[in-house]
């Protein structure tokens, strides 16, 4: 069965310094990986997502991801956080069912950006 | 062009009443999901749809019943709610072609409070 593990489930930051999300998943069968952001009071929007090829997956907002098969990990960077970063961001993986497919989300890292 | 559109925004319930929240898309997807989200745990898909009258259970099913009449709406239906149910609850939609590596489309969610 597949899960999904972010590893921090808050992360301080300051301004313009890097930051690195992380990222661990599980699954039986070949993955497909996202992450997600979420601003307050608002629904999920796509930052980035792997499905195959290149191991290094660029996003909106300035994003990268590196997709790890045999640490399977996930984890998302930046190289200079803005305050407008600030906001919940969730690791996602989804695979195939005999009913269609499914999307399993980890439990979210709150990422706080501080002048 | 609306997007993912939920109804309603907010609701208070007592323990022990039923209510249906309502989702629509536009955007001619096959592939409907409603998740709730609590804190500290992300977000749990309860039941997703691949088409018109068919549907699955997700991670957490029980005490939701869901309706896909038709490929525009899909609903969630809570019969004797529970303080436990008390959530904000998210519809997503995407396409089903190419499965589980499609991005999904987020509504603004509910936040369901029960008594």
């Known amino acids: 069965a597949q899960s999904v593990t972010q590893l921090d489930s808050q992360v301080p930051v300051f301004e313009e310094a890097p930051v690195e999300l992380r990222c661990n998943y599980s699954?039986?069968?070949?993955?497909?990986l996202f992450w997600y952001v979420q601003y307050p009071n608002q629904g999920l929007q796509l930052l980035l997502k792997?499905?195959?090829?290149?191991?290094l997956v660029k996003g909106i907002n300035g994003f990268e991801a590196e997709f790890n098969k045999s640490q399977t990990s996930f984890h998302l960077r930046k190289p200079s956080v803005h305050i407008s970063d600030t906001a919940e961001y969730f690791c996602?993986?989804?695979?195939?069912?005999?009913?269609?497919?499914?999307?399993?989300f980890g439990a979210g890292t709150r990422l706080f950006v501080k002048a | 062009n609306a997007g993912v559109t939920q109804t309603p925004k907010f609701q208070v319930l007592k323990t022990g009443q039923s209510m249906t929240l309502q989702c629509a898309q536009d955007?001619?997807?096959?592939?409907m999901s409603w998740y709730r989200q609590d804190p500290g745990m992300g977000l749990r898909l309860i039941h997703y749809?691949?088409?018109?009258?068919?549907?699955d259970q997700g991670e957490v099913p029980n005490g939701y019943n869901v309706s896909r009449l038709n490929k525009r709406e899909f609903s969630l239906r809570l019969e004797s709610t529970a303080p436990s149910q008390t959530s904000v609850y998210f519809c997503?939609?995407?396409?089903?072609?190419?499965?589980?590596?499609?991005?999904?489309?987020f509504g603004p969610g509910t936040r369901l409070t029960v008594l």
């Open positions: 955007m001619n997807h096959e592939y």
């Open positions: 996602a993986v989804s695979e195939s069912n005999t009913g269609g497919f499914k999307t399993i």
């Open positions: 997503a939609s995407s396409y089903h072609a190419g499965g589980p590596g499609n991005e999904q489309f």
């Open positions: 792997y499905l195959s090829g290149s191991t």
């Open positions: 749809s691949v088409g018109a009258g068919i549907t």
């Open positions: 699954s039986s069968v070949s993955v497909y």
